[in-house]
C-alpha cells in the first residue's frame, strides 16, 4: 500500500479517515496541529506527527516518503473570507507545494457543497459554482489553486465536494446531546447529507483509485432541514428544536462576530452559519454509487441518523473548534 498523509487528523471526518485507514492497513501518516487532540488518536495502528499548514519545514518532514495526501486540515467554520484565508486557502498552497517537492503523486481535498449557489433544482456535476459565503469562496479558491498546482505538478488531483455531514463526533450532534437546537430559520429548505462513514470511504476510494477531478457526492435523498430534525426526534425524543427568524439570527450573530475577536475566541455562532443553513443545496441522487460503485452504506438520514445515536452512547466528544486547549 502507498503511504499515505492525512492533514486535519483530530477534526470531525479526518478522524473517521484515519480510523478507516487503520483498519483497512494502510498504517496511515496522520498530521497533528494541536499536541492534545492527537490522544484521540492514540489506539490507531498510525503514525501521528506534529505539523502545521503554515510552516513549510515542518510540511517537509510530514511529507518525506509520502504518496497520496488526503487534505482534511483547515478552519471548518462559517467565518469571513478573511478568516478563513490562512488556513484554508495560504495553509493549502504550502501543502500542496510541499508535496510537488516530496514527489507525491496523488491529492485528494475535503471540498465543499457551499461553492454552489441558494438552487431549487437538484445539483448534478455540471452545475456552475457560485459561492455565496465566506466558507464556500475559500474552498473554491483554494480548490481552484490545489487544482492549478497539482496540474503544473503531474499530481493527480481530486476535490469531492462534500454536502453537511453528520456524525456521533459532528458540532451538530454535539447539540443534539445538549438536548436543544436553535435553528436560524424554518428549516423548510433542502440540503443534501452524508453519514461520516461513507464520506470517509468516498475520500479513501478516491486516494486508492485513479480518480481526477472534482465531484459533487451526497447520499439518495435530500431533505429538508425539519425532517432532519424530526428523524432525530423519533429516536431521541428528548430533543427540543427551537426555530429562530431568520432576520434576528443574522442580527445577533454579526454582533458576536463583532465581540468576539475583541476578547480574543473564535464566535461558535458566526453570521455565516445563518445564511449557509438557509440555502437550498439538494443533490441529485446516485452519486456515491457513480463515484464508488457501490450505494451508500447509510442512504438517507433514515438509515444514518439512528446509527449516529447508537455511536453517541458511549463517548464523550469535544468539537474541535469548541476545544480552547
Known amino acids: 500500500m502507498r503511504k499515505i498523509l492525512v492533514t486535519g487528523a483530530t477534526g470531525f471526518i479526518g478522524i473517521e479517515v484515519s480510523r478507516q ?3 483497512l492497513g494502510w498504517r496511515p501518516r496522520l498530521m497533528v496541529r494541536r499536541p492534545l487532540r492527537g490522544i484521540m488518536l492514540k489506539k490507531l495502528s498510525a503514525e501521528i506527527m506534529q505539523a502545521d499548514l503554515r510552516s513549510a519545514a ?3 518532514r510530514a511529507l518525506s516518503g509520502v504518496e497520496v495526501v488526503v487534505h ?3 478552519r ?3 467565518e469571513s473570507y478573511e478568516r478563513l484565508y490562512p488556513s484554508i486557502i495560504r495553509g493549502s498552497l504550502n501543502l500542496i507545494q510541499a508535496a510537488a517537492a516530496a514527489g507525491v503523486g496523488h491529492f485528494i481535498f475535503g471540498g465543499s457543497l457551499l461553492v454552489y449557489a441558494d438552487s431549487r433544482t437538484d445539483i448534478d456535476q455540471n452545475t456552475p459554482p457560485a459561492p455565496q459565503s465566506g466558507y464556500g469562496r475559500a474552498k473554491l479558491e483554494a480548490e481552484d489553486l490545489l487544482a492549478e498546482a497539482a496540474a503544473e505538478a503531474g499530481i493527480r488531483f481530486v476535490s469531492l465536494r462534500l454536502p453537511h ?4 463526533h459532528s458540532l451538530l450532534f454535539d447539540q443534539v446531546r445538549h438536548g436543544r437546537i436553535f435553528f436560524p430559520g424554518r428549516g423548510d429548505n433542502r440540503f443534501a447529507h452524508l453519514h461520516v462513514g461513507d464520506a470517509a470511504r468516498a475520500l479513501i476510494h478516491a486516494a486508492a483509485g485513479d480518480l481526477e477531478g472534482r465531484y459533487v457526492i451526497a447520499d439518495d435523498i435530500s431533505c429538508t432541514w425539519n425532517d432532519y430534525f424530526e428523524t432525530v426526534q423519533a429516536y431521541y425524543p428528548r430533543l427540543r428544536v427551537s426555530h429562530v427568524p431568520r432576520s434576528l439570527s443574522y442580527a445577533v450573530t454579526r454582533v458576536l462576530d463583532l465581540l468576539y475577536p475583541v476578547v480574543g475566541q473564535t464566535n461558535p455562532y458566526p453570521s455565516g452559519a445563518v445564511s449557509s443553513w438557509n440555502l437550498n443545496l439538494p443533490v ?3 452519486t456515491f454509487e457513480r463515484l464508488i460503485g457501490e450505494t451508500p452504506q447509510f442512504p438517507s438520514v433514515h438509515d444514518g441518523v439512528p446509527a449516529v445515536l447508537d455511536d453517541a452512547i458511549s463517548f464523550y466528544w469535544l468539537p474541535s473548534n469548541l476545544d480552547r486547549a
Open 58 to 60: 515542518s510540511l517537509q
Open 72 to 74: 482534511l486540515g483547515a
Open 165 to 168: 455531514v453528520y456524525g456521533a
Open 76 to 78: 471548518a467554520a462559517f
Open 21 to 23: 485507514l487503520s483498519e
Open 284 to 286: 441529485v441522487d446516485g
